[in-house]
């Protein structure tokens, strides 16, 4: 099964500073894989996913970007934060043998200041 | 515009407790998951539904699919503290669309 990892679990950054987050995953190859930004215990809104290397959808128009140099790494960056982008941001995987759904990685709790 | 309602969007009850939360959308899906989500942590797979009518159980909890495959049922029967959590639904709509469609999700407190 696949395990997928996030890091930093927290991030607190002034505005206008740069960001990397990072997420890797194991146990499958050639996923699907997607950034969902969570506000507050709600819903999960859809930010980037990749179909393979070098593939990027972006879903809504913002200041963040999104890119995969490897099969099993995906990576959300930003060259100057605002304050709107303050929240718990979740990479998740669709393993091509399952049948439609998505396994999470525990998340990335940031806060801009 | 939402495509899945989840009702109700909070529910507190006591433990021992059963309960029912909805998932409702006009369009039709090809397959439909539950997830639940505690504080802090990724939301965690519970099953996916696939076949209009279909039922599947997991301990306590009892998933339908509508008939229709537009809509699907969550049932806990004696619901415990450790029921607490976000619970949410998405929806696939088939082909090569590679993206669920997520509904809001309920806020559930099962107090002791």
């Known amino acids: 099964s696949q395990t997928i990892h996030q890091w930093p679990a927290t991030l607190v950054q002034p505005v206008g500073s740069p960001l990397s987050l990072e997420c890797t995953v194991e146990?499958?190859?050639?996923?699907?894989l997607y950034w969902y930004r969570q506000a507050a215990g709600r819903g999960l809104q859809l930010l980037f996913y990749?179909?393979?290397?070098?593939?990027i959808s972006s879903e809504v128009p913002q200041n963040l970007s999104a890119s995969r140099p490897q099969d099993r790494q995906f990576i959300l960056s930003s060259k100057k934060l605002l304050l709107s982008d303050s929240g718990f941001y979740l990479c998740?995987?669709?393993?091509?043998?399952?049948?439609?759904?998505?396994?999470f990685g525990p998340g990335t709790r940031l806060t801009v200041l | 515009t939402q495509l899945l309602k989840q009702s109700p969007q909070f529910l507190s009850i006591q433990e021992g407790e059963n309960l029912t939360v909805y998932c409702n959308s006009s369009s039709v899906f090809s397959s439909l998951q539950w997830y639940r989500q505690e504080p802090g942590e990724g939301p965690v797979l519970l099953v996916t539904v696939v076949t209009g009518g279909e039922v599947k159980k997991l301990k306590r909890l009892t998933f339908q699919f509508g008939d229709a495959r537009k809509d699907s049922s969550l049932h806990i029967t004696a619901a415990q503290p450790g029921d607490t959590g976000l619970y949410l639904c998405?929806?696939?709509?088939?082909?090569?669309?590679?993206?669920?469609?997520w509904g809001l999700g309920t806020s559930l407190a099962v107090n002791p």
């Open positions: 998405a929806g696939a709509r088939g082909g090569n669309n590679r993206k669920l469609i």
């Open positions: 146990g499958t190859s050639n996923p699907n």
């Open positions: 990749s179909v393979g290397i070098g593939q």
């Open positions: 998740a995987c669709h393993p091509p043998s399952s049948y439609n759904e998505q396994f």
